[in-house]
Structure formats: structure tokens, C-alpha cells
């Protein structure tokens, strides 16, 4: 008798029959259900809707958050947060301007951002920008904006968006490469008419910690050997008449590193400051010789500007790219005559 017993789908008296193909047509109708939300939450995870697609770029190792997004794709983000206190899935940075800019950030900012004090962590109080954080410190400050593994740092500022450039190489240093630009930055976001806030969210410290990503970085010995031996692409995004020679700037010496191509910032804005497309982009290294196949390393007056480049760089997909830190600041004055030249 057990072999007549019904088995799954398989059942022999009428009504039975009926009622198993009902449970079938239910589990196929689930079934199908889950796994077309599935994918369609996938699609809209990072891609957005419309005019936007392309945010997560899959390598082999590891997903890579776009370095730069349009403002229209972190304002459909902001309707998708309904507790910015708690929300650790996204930490949106305002990193005000060149010289702090806290004051314009109390005035109004891109809803539930925080601000970003670039001042914080520095080894010199008198510290720049463009000076590297002491690590411990840089942590815990991470910890305190409630940025945790996960998170999507959203970073923008009002100032070309050299300054976010800049933090979004330094989180990438110390490990955390889901970090994206805001394109245009503030400038965009106002132009675009959109709402700002005055509200800054109450997050939960995390337990973040850094982790080295030392590709991302070249030092003077190592620019030293690349520009004796070639071995990467020497971009460096400062004036063309300074990268000449021909204007001069007090306590540097005048001058390029022999063989360095100037890809000058303002030629990879556009006229409203965000990042030109893609296509144009291209053509613009092509034109000046830029091999996006081979190794780079950008640099410019005090490694700053040279962190757009590389976020640049990386948008293309090209990834082999590095920032020399000290930029021409360091080299003006460390570097032997031989080791600078202009025209
Ligand atoms: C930014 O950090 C610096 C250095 O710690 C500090 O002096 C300054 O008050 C901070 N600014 C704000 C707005 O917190
Ligand atoms: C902007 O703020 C106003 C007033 O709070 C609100 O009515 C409006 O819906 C907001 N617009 C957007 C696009 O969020």
C-alpha cells in the first residue's frame, strides 16, 4: 500500500488532485514572486532609475561603488531613508570648502548629511587639506560619523569637489572603497532645486577599522623610480603655465617632472563644475597621450587636485592609478635639478 500513497504533486483521488494542483500554481506563483523581486532589488540596489546606470562595478575581487554620482541619483537615494538616525547604510559627507566651511554647512546642507572636518586628525594643527590623517585618530573619527563596513559614504563639498576628492582617496587608502563623489557637488545639488536641511542626523558610533591600501599611494622614492624608469604615467593637473614654468610660485621651484603629461582640472569640468561625460573624457587623455591601459600616477601643486584625477581615472574603470601625496610641493624641493624641467 505504501506505493499508492500520494507523493509531492503525484496524488490520485479527484478533489485531491484539485486541491494539489492549487498548492503547486501557489508555490510556482511564490516562487516566480521571489525571484523577480530578487533580481529587480539587485537592478535597483545601486543603479538607480532612469538617466543613471553603471553604480556598482563588479571586479574580480570586490564590488567598487562608483566614484562619481550624478545629484539627481543621491536625491531618489534620499526618498528610499526612513530613519537617518539609524541608517548606516548610507553616510552622506558634506565637506564644506578648501578652508572648513562649517559655518555654510549650519546654514543648510543635502538632507541627513554630517559634516566632514578635514581639519580633524591632522599631525600639524596648521595642517592642510592635503596632509595625510594620523591613523588612530582618522578611526575613530570614521567610528563617530557611523561609518561601519557596509556603509555607502556619499561625500560632496562646496568647492570643486577637490576637497571630497581628497576624502574619498583617504577612505580608499585606509580600506573603505564604497565611497562615492557627489558630481558638481553643492553648487549642483541648489542648481537642481532641490531641498536642503538644517537637520543633522544622531548616529551610532561603529567599529570601523582601517585596513592599508598602500596602490593608492606613491611617495617621493617611489616617484623618484617611476620617473627614472618610466614605469607609469606621470598626469599632473596643475596650470599649464605653472606646469611650464612659466609663472612662478613662491617657495617652489618652476617646472614638471621630465616626461609628465599637464592635464590641467578645468579641462575635465564642465562650464557648471561637475565631471565631464565619459566619452569626452576619454578623448581628452587620448589627445594628450594618456594611455589608460597602462599604470598612472596623477600629482599636482599639494595633492589635492590630483585626488580628482584619480576619482576620474577610476570612473573610467581604469584602476591602476595612484596619487603622489607630496605632490609638487614636496618635489620642487626635494627633487635634484636633473629631476625637474620645463617648457
Ligand atoms: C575641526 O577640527 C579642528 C581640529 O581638531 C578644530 O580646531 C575645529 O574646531 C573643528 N571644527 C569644527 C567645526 O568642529
Ligand atoms: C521641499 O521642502 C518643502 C517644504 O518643507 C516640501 O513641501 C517639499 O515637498 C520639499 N521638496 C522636495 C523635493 O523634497
Known amino acids: ?27 510556482i506563483a511564490v516562487a516566480l514572486i521571489v525571484f523577480f523581486s530578487t533580481t529587480s532589488a539587485q537592478n535597483g540596489l545601486d543603479h538607480g532609475k532612469g538617466d ?17 554620482v550624478p545629484a539627481q541619483w ?48 591632522l599631525f600639524d594643527p596648521q595642517g592642510r587639506v592635503g596632509d595625510l590623517p594620523d591613523e588612530e585618530c582618522f578611526q575613530e573619527y570614521i567610528r563617530l560619523l557611523g561609518i561601519s563596513r557596509n556603509t555607502h559614504v556619499v561625500v560632496y563639498d562646496r568647492y570643486l569637489n577637490i576637497v571630497a576628492s581628497r576624502i574619498w582617496w583617504t577612505l580608499r587608502l585606509f580600506g573603505h572603497n564604497k565611497v562615492s563623489i557627489v558630481d558638481g ?18 548616529v551610532k558610533k561603529t567599529e570601523f577599522r582601517i585596513k592599508h591600501n598602500p596602490s593608492l599611494l606613491v611617495d617621493f622614492d617611489d616617484m623618484t623610480a617611476i620617473v627614472k624608469e618610466k614605469t607609469a604615467q ?7 603655465k605653472e606646469f611650464t614654468g612659466e609663472t612662478t610660485t613662491p617657495g617652489y621651484k618652476t617646472g614638471h617632472m621630465p616626461g609628465a603629461i599637464n592635464v590641467p582640472l578645468k579641462e575635465v569640468l564642465d562650464t557648471d563644475d561637475t565631471i565631464k561625460p565619459p566619452g569626452e573624457l576619454k578623448q ?15 600629482t ?21 592609478v595612484a596619487s603622489y601625496d607630496g605632490s609638487w610641493q614636496d618635489w620642487s624641493r626635494r627633487a635634484t635639478d636633473d629631476m625637474i624641467t620645463t617648457g
Open 300 to 320: 599636482c601643486r599639494t595633492g589635492v587636485y590630483s585626488t580628482t584625477l584619480t576619482a576620474i581615472f577610476f570612473s573610467l574603470g581604469v584602476d591602476n
Open 234 to 240: 606621470v598626469v599632473d593637473s596643475r596650470d599649464p
Open 52 to 68: 543613471y546606470s553603471g553604480s556598482l562595478v563588479h571586479t574580480t575581487d570586490s564590488c567598487q561603488y562608483d566614484p562619481i
Open 74 to 121: 543621491l536625491h531618489r537615494k534620499l526618498g528610499q531613508i526612513r530613519d537617518a538616525d539609524n541608517d548606516d547604510c548610507m553616510r552622506i559627507l558634506d565637506a564644506g570648502t578648501y578652508m572648513d566651511g562649517h559655518d555654510l554647512y549650519l546654514k543648510g546642507h543635502i538632507p541627513n548629511a554630517l559634516f566632514y572636518n578635514t581639519s580633524q586628525c
Open 1 to 27: 500500500m505504501a506505493a499508492d500513497k500520494p507523493r509531492g504533486c503525484f496524488i490520485s483521488s479527484g478533489r485531491a488532485i484539485l486541491m494539489t494542483l492549487l498548492v503547486c500554481v501557489v508555490i
Open 185 to 202: 557637488g553643492m553648487s549642483a545639488w541648489t542648481r537642481l532645486g532641490y531641498n536642503t536641511s538644517l537637520y543633522s542626523p544622531r
Open 284 to 298: 581628452i587623455f587620448a589627445d594628450r597621450g594618456v594611455d589608460l591601459t597602462q599604470p598612472i600616477v596623477s
